[in-house]
Protein backbone atom coordinates (compact mmCIF):
# COMPACT_ATOMS: atom_id res chain seq x y z
CA UNK A 1 0.00 0.00 0.00
CA UNK A 2 1.23 3.52 -0.73
CA UNK A 3 0.12 6.47 1.17
CA UNK A 4 0.06 9.64 -1.35
CA UNK A 5 -0.97 12.99 0.64
CA UNK A 6 -3.57 15.15 -0.99
CA UNK A 7 -1.40 17.83 -1.50
CA UNK A 8 -2.32 21.96 -1.80
CA UNK A 9 -1.65 24.43 -4.65
CA UNK A 10 2.34 24.34 -3.39
CA UNK A 11 2.91 20.71 -3.79
CA UNK A 12 3.12 20.47 0.48
CA UNK A 13 0.87 18.00 1.94
CA UNK A 14 -2.68 19.14 2.80
CA UNK A 15 -3.58 17.41 6.15
CA UNK A 16 -4.62 19.04 9.09
CA UNK A 17 -3.05 15.66 10.70
CA UNK A 18 0.29 16.78 9.24
CA UNK A 19 3.21 16.99 11.96
CA UNK A 20 6.15 18.93 12.25
CA UNK A 21 8.13 15.59 11.56
CA UNK A 22 5.84 14.97 8.66
CA UNK A 23 6.69 18.40 7.08
CA UNK A 24 10.66 17.89 7.87
CA UNK A 25 10.55 14.70 6.18
CA UNK A 26 8.70 15.57 3.35
CA UNK A 27 11.13 18.83 3.26
CA UNK A 28 14.13 16.37 3.77
CA UNK A 29 14.94 18.21 7.18
CA UNK A 30 14.76 15.14 9.25
CA UNK A 31 17.38 12.64 10.05
CA UNK A 32 18.81 10.04 11.79
CA UNK A 33 22.15 8.20 13.34
CA UNK A 34 23.28 5.32 15.59
CA UNK A 35 26.46 4.45 17.47
CA UNK A 36 25.76 1.46 16.63
CA UNK A 37 26.68 -1.63 19.07
CA UNK A 38 29.48 -0.49 21.89
CA UNK A 39 31.24 -2.06 24.14
CA UNK A 40 32.08 -0.43 27.44
CA UNK A 41 35.23 -0.79 29.11
CA UNK A 42 34.85 -2.49 32.47
CA UNK A 43 34.60 -0.15 34.79
CA UNK A 44 31.99 2.37 37.12
CA UNK A 45 33.10 5.58 36.00
CA UNK A 46 31.03 8.05 34.05
CA UNK A 47 31.81 7.33 30.24
CA UNK A 48 31.47 10.14 27.84
CA UNK A 49 29.75 8.08 25.00
CA UNK A 50 27.71 10.37 22.75
CA UNK A 51 28.25 13.96 21.69
CA UNK A 52 25.74 16.03 19.41
CA UNK A 53 27.00 19.20 17.93
CA UNK A 54 26.05 21.80 16.27
CA UNK A 55 28.53 23.36 14.09
CA UNK A 56 29.50 27.41 14.26
CA UNK A 57 27.84 30.17 12.21
CA UNK A 58 24.62 28.32 11.52
CA UNK A 59 21.50 30.32 11.24
CA UNK A 60 19.17 27.12 11.65
CA UNK A 61 18.54 25.16 14.66
CA UNK A 62 19.07 21.22 15.59
CA UNK A 63 15.65 19.60 17.03
CA UNK A 64 16.87 16.47 18.83
CA UNK A 65 13.06 14.34 19.22
CA UNK A 66 14.66 11.27 20.67
CA UNK A 67 16.83 9.06 21.93
CA UNK A 68 16.44 4.98 21.38
CA UNK A 69 18.90 3.56 24.17
CA UNK A 70 19.47 -0.31 24.52
CA UNK A 71 21.81 -1.84 26.76
CA UNK A 72 23.17 -5.03 27.65
CA UNK A 73 23.26 -5.57 30.89
CA UNK A 74 23.09 -8.82 33.58
CA UNK A 75 22.97 -8.24 36.82
CA UNK A 76 22.77 -4.04 37.80
CA UNK A 77 21.94 -1.14 36.74
CA UNK A 78 23.23 2.05 34.27
CA UNK A 79 22.55 5.67 34.70
CA UNK A 80 22.30 8.08 31.30
CA UNK A 81 23.09 11.15 31.87
CA UNK A 82 22.53 14.40 29.56
CA UNK A 83 24.50 17.87 29.36
CA UNK A 84 24.91 20.94 27.67
CA UNK A 85 28.29 22.64 26.64
CA UNK A 86 30.52 20.21 27.61
CA UNK A 87 33.96 21.08 27.33
CA UNK A 88 35.83 19.04 24.17
CA UNK A 89 39.15 17.88 24.21
CA UNK A 90 38.85 15.43 21.06
CA UNK A 91 35.27 15.01 19.32
CA UNK A 92 35.77 11.06 18.79
CA UNK A 93 34.81 9.18 16.24
CA UNK A 94 32.06 10.25 13.70
CA UNK A 95 28.97 8.63 13.22
CA UNK A 96 26.82 8.22 9.88
CA UNK A 97 24.27 10.73 9.90
CA UNK A 98 21.78 9.67 7.14
CA UNK A 99 18.47 11.87 5.60
CA UNK A 100 14.88 10.03 7.08
CA UNK A 101 13.85 10.55 3.51
CA UNK A 102 15.16 7.96 1.64
CA UNK A 103 14.12 8.90 -1.51
CA UNK A 104 17.71 9.97 -2.11
CA UNK A 105 17.48 13.63 -1.01
CA UNK A 106 20.56 16.17 -1.09
CA UNK A 107 19.89 17.69 2.12
CA UNK A 108 23.11 16.79 4.34
CA UNK A 109 22.93 17.03 8.32
CA UNK A 110 24.60 20.08 9.39
CA UNK A 111 24.57 18.25 13.18
CA UNK A 112 27.24 16.67 13.49
CA UNK A 113 27.68 13.05 15.96
CA UNK A 114 30.60 11.36 17.41
CA UNK A 115 31.02 8.42 19.53
CA UNK A 116 33.51 8.31 22.89
CA UNK A 117 34.53 11.80 22.90
CA UNK A 118 37.21 13.11 25.09
CA UNK A 119 35.43 15.68 27.39
CA UNK A 120 37.90 17.85 30.16
CA UNK A 121 34.46 18.86 31.79
CA UNK A 122 31.19 17.47 31.23
CA UNK A 123 29.13 20.86 30.90
CA UNK A 124 25.68 21.82 32.64
CA UNK A 125 23.71 18.97 33.98
CA UNK A 126 20.42 18.66 32.42
CA UNK A 127 18.66 14.98 33.19
CA UNK A 128 19.78 11.83 33.71
CA UNK A 129 18.16 8.32 33.13
CA UNK A 130 18.34 4.71 35.67
CA UNK A 131 18.35 1.19 33.53
CA UNK A 132 17.47 -1.73 35.66
CA UNK A 133 19.11 -5.25 35.27
CA UNK A 134 18.39 -7.96 32.46
CA UNK A 135 19.03 -5.32 29.29
CA UNK A 136 16.46 -3.03 27.76
CA UNK A 137 15.89 -1.03 25.18
CA UNK A 138 14.12 2.69 25.59
CA UNK A 139 12.88 5.65 23.70
CA UNK A 140 13.75 8.69 25.83
CA UNK A 141 11.53 11.51 23.88
CA UNK A 142 13.22 14.82 25.51
CA UNK A 143 13.34 17.20 23.02
CA UNK A 144 16.52 19.56 22.81
CA UNK A 145 17.38 22.60 20.65
CA UNK A 146 20.52 22.88 19.76
CA UNK A 147 21.49 26.73 17.98
CA UNK A 148 24.42 27.74 16.60
CA UNK A 149 27.87 26.39 18.84
CA UNK A 150 26.02 24.30 20.83
CA UNK A 151 26.55 20.80 21.77
CA UNK A 152 24.76 18.17 24.05
CA UNK A 153 27.07 15.39 25.89
CA UNK A 154 25.54 11.94 26.44
CA UNK A 155 27.47 9.79 29.41
CA UNK A 156 26.81 5.91 30.09
CA UNK A 157 27.75 5.26 33.52
CA UNK A 158 27.86 0.73 34.39
CA UNK A 159 28.14 -0.79 37.60
CA UNK A 160 29.41 -4.01 36.48
CA UNK A 161 31.78 -4.85 33.87
CA UNK A 162 31.52 -4.36 30.27
CA UNK A 163 28.28 -3.91 29.11
CA UNK A 164 26.78 -3.66 25.53
CA UNK A 165 25.38 0.09 24.37
CA UNK A 166 23.49 1.49 21.68
CA UNK A 167 22.35 5.16 21.36
CA UNK A 168 20.33 6.05 18.61
CA UNK A 169 19.19 9.67 17.52
CA UNK A 170 16.58 11.42 15.38
CA UNK A 171 16.50 14.50 14.91
CA UNK A 172 14.98 17.64 12.74
CA UNK A 173 17.01 20.80 11.37
CA UNK A 174 15.08 24.11 10.06
Not at 40 to 54: S, Y
Not at 145 to 157: G, I, P, R
Amino acid sequence: MTFIPERDGTGRAKSSTVTELDSCIEEDLAFTCSTKLVTMPANTDEIPFLLCKFPTGQTIAGKIRSFCIGINSTSTRSIIRFYKNPTITDDGTAIARENSHFKGSQNTAKMTMFKIPDISANGTFINMLIYRANGSTSIFEKEYMLDSEQNLLVTVQNNENSKDVHIDVDWLEG
